[in-house]
């Protein structure tokens, strides 16, 4: 009667862990074919070819960087919106900028404009030196702990206003703006490597703007225009000029 008893217990224990184990797992199998298919019906099909950038979008999982309430739309062609009013770009922008910052893998990144900490994850995939700086509060420190969470920990995410860079950790090999600006911050240009890249939406922040890369080349901006983008603006600083 007392093993019966025992028996009956560990099939009681052990029912709900059969259940929720198998359903979970499947969730991630969902969540990884779309992934899978994200990068090649958006990516591939266009004109992301770095083979590492390709790689890491293939790696990280956008998902758990969005509200419960948007994972399911995680991985379509579309930005999403993330808490106070911000959006995480969709996901070809993510991996267009990316991929025009050629990243090695010694390099040390900038990145203004944490929001979720998706970008940064990306980034952190291609290399260990990632710093991220976001002018919201709520958002740096819940990016941190996401981050921390999901085994990102080695991004370095500070609060404050991106303008001024991160001087200590200064000079970068590339700089990543992930929110629209009139004018490329004098701070940002000035802690970029010679021969470094940095790419920033530039032109109206309410309206649209313009994808340009900026190369450091004897001093001097050599600057590209890539494509039509939208952006959330830049705050702060930027915003006395
Ligand atoms: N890269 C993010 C999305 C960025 S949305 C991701 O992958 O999720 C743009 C972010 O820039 C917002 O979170 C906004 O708060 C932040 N931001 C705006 N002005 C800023 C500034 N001056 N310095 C740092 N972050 C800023």
């Known amino acids: 009667m007392k093993r019966g008893l025992i028996f009956l217990g560990m099939i009681l224990i052990g029912l709900p862990l059969l259940v929720s184990v198998p359903a979970l797992t499947k969730k991630e ?4 074919r779309r992934r899978s298919n994200m990068v090649q019906s958006q990516l591939r099909s266009r004109d992301i070819t ?3 950038v390709l790689k890491v979008m293939g790696e990280v999982p956008r998902h758990l960087f969005v509200g419960e309430r948007y994972r399911n739309q995680a991985y379509n062609d579309h930005p999403l919106p993330i808490d106070e009013g911000q959006t995480i770009s969709q996901p070809y922008i993510v991996a267009l900028m990316t991929q025009y910052l050629e990243v090695d893998k010694d390099d040390k990144v900038l990145e203004i404009g944490t929001g979720s900490g998706y970008q940064a994850a990306v980034l952190a995939g291609l290399t260990d030196k990632v710093f991220s700086i976001e002018i919201r509060k709520l958002l740096a420190e ?8 999901l085994g990102y920990g080695a991004v370095n995410v500070k609060y404050g206003d991106g303008y001024f ?6 000079p ?3 700089i990543i703006v992930t929110c629209a600006a009139n004018h490329i911050p004098p701070p940002l240009f000035k802690q970029l490597k010679e021969g470094g890249r940095l790419i920033i939406p530039l032109g109206s922040t309410t309206y649209f703007q313009t994808l340009t890369v900026v190369s450091k080349e004897k ?3 050599r600057v590209d225009h890539i494509t039509g983008v939208r952006f959330v603006p830049m705050v702060g600083e930027i915003e006395k000029k």
């Open 219 to 221: 001093g001097k901006p």
């Open 29 to 32: 199998d969902v969540f990884a």
């Open 165 to 170: 860079g991160w001087k200590e950790a200064s």
């Open 50 to 52: 770095d083979p590492g």
């Open 142 to 149: 819940k990016a941190a702990l996401t981050l921390r969470t």
């Open 172 to 174: 970068f090999d590339a």
